[in-house]
């Protein structure tokens, strides 16, 4: 069973910077095509954030291009999203996925990213 395990998120003041974590509890992240970081706030419809597929290639959100950086461990099944310069607009609930074709299937529980002025 495929289960991601986020951790990172908090408050911050706006300005400051959070690095998020989501590690693949059994098994190799090599089986997904692609992992990447979605966000949802409140009233607002989930969003991709940042993906990086199995061959490197990577792909922001222009609203966070040149702030946030994602990034994969292999060796430690992990995927994760450098956060710098947060602002207002990035808070929100950010998740973890990963689509093992072309679709996103596997999700983490979410962690909360609130941001303080």
């Known amino acids: 069973q495929v289960q991601l395990v986020e951790s990172g998120g908090g408050l911050v003041q706006a300005g400051g910077s959070l690095r998020l974590s989501c590690v693949l509890s059994?098994?190799?992240?090599?089986?997904?095509?692609?992992m990447g970081w979605y966000r949802q706030a409140p009233g607002k419809q989930r969003e991709l954030v940042a993906s990086?597929?199995?061959?490197?290639?990577?792909n922001y959100a222009d609203s966070v291009k040149g702030r946030f950086a994602i990034s994969r461990d292999n060796s430690k099944n992990a995927l994760y999203l450098q956060m710098n310069s947060l602002n207002a607009e990035d808070a929100a609930v950010y998740y973890c996925?990963?689509?093992?074709?072309?679709?996103?299937?596997?999700w983490g529980q979410g962690t909360q990213v609130t941001v303080s002025a």
């Open positions: 996925g990963a689509a093992a074709f072309s679709t996103y299937t596997y």
């Open positions: 059994s098994g190799n992240i090599f089986r997904f095509n692609a």
């Open positions: 990086i597929s199995s061959g490197g290639r990577i």
